[in-house]
């Protein structure tokens, strides 16, 4: 039997090690906004990187992880069952990928169209599930990064709202490529007041990655979503 545990207890170390900085990052970004580090859930963003590190991760206290690709994240989920995680859909989503992702995903943040809202809808209700759904917001409004311009969110929010089996949590965003990342993480805590004015249980703001988790929380994030400072670069990996 060939049995190597040296990399494994590196492995531990060094995710202990990232979570630690990233907490601490996020505690001090809290300090410097007034807020309570306890309003902001961690979502450890695990794409490209396999099942044993998210065991890794649940086992130093993450509660949250999120994917991009329904391909990769549907086995890396059914390799996790028996762990208590909560899965989150963040990458741009297919109808006819609704079906599987409702399986394990319990928040889909990247709703931004009535297309997907209607085929959430359907697949979890056949699944009997009750699935979490924000509204991707584009703060650049440009087309083909995902997102829904503001304009478009009174009309989703009242689609999903209207759907038994979805549950509306509030908003997400991606900070504009090329752009001042604080600037835009205001006009997404704009967008969310007022959706929050209409649906007050929608109180759900996902901004922040490795990069600009801190403007985000000086901005409202509610969750933010990191990869990179938890887990290490992805190599030849274009997002
Ligand atoms: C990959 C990804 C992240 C994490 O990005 P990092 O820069 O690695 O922290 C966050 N949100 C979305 C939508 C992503 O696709």
Redesign the pocket.
């Known amino acids: 039997m060939t049995t190597e545990p040296e990399p494994a207890a590196d492995r531990v170390a060094e995710l202990r090690e990232n979570l630690a900085a990233v907490r601490a990052r996020i505690a001090a970004a809290c300090d410097r906004a007034g807020r309570d580090p306890a309003e902001i859930t961690l979502i450890a ?1 695990t ?1 490209t990187f396999p099942a044993s590190d998210v065991r890794l991760l649940a086992g130093l206290g993450i509660t949250d992880v ?1 994917e ?1 690709r329904d391909q990769e994240a549907a086995p890396k989920a059914t390799a996790c069952e028996g762990l208590t995680l909560r899965w989150h859909f ?2 741009q989503l297919q109808v006819n990928k609704c079906a599987s992702v409702v399986r394990y995903c319990e928040v889909v ?2 709703v931004d169209r009535s297309k997907l809202v209607r085929a959430l809808a359907s697949r979890a209700e056949a699944a009997g599930r009750v699935v979490t759904c924000l509204i991707q917001v584009s703060l650049d409004d440009a087309v083909g990064r995902g997102g829904a311009v503001s304009a478009q969110v009174p009309d989703l929010a009242s689609e999903i709202a209207a759907e038994p089996s979805l549950r509306l949590g509030g908003v997400m965003a ?1 900070a504009p490529l090329g752009q001042p990342a604080r600037p835009a993480f205001a006009r997404l805590r704009e967008v969310a007041k007022e959706l929050q004015s209409a649906h007050p249980g929608a109180s759900v703001i996902s901004a922040g ?3 600009d988790l801190d403007d985000a929380i000086a901005e409202g994030a509610t969750h933010v ?5 938890l887990l290490g670069g ?1 190599p030849g990996f274009v ?1």
């Open positions: 963003v794409k999120g991009n963040i990458g943040h990247s991606v990655m490795s990069g979503r990191v990869g990179t400072a992805r997002r």
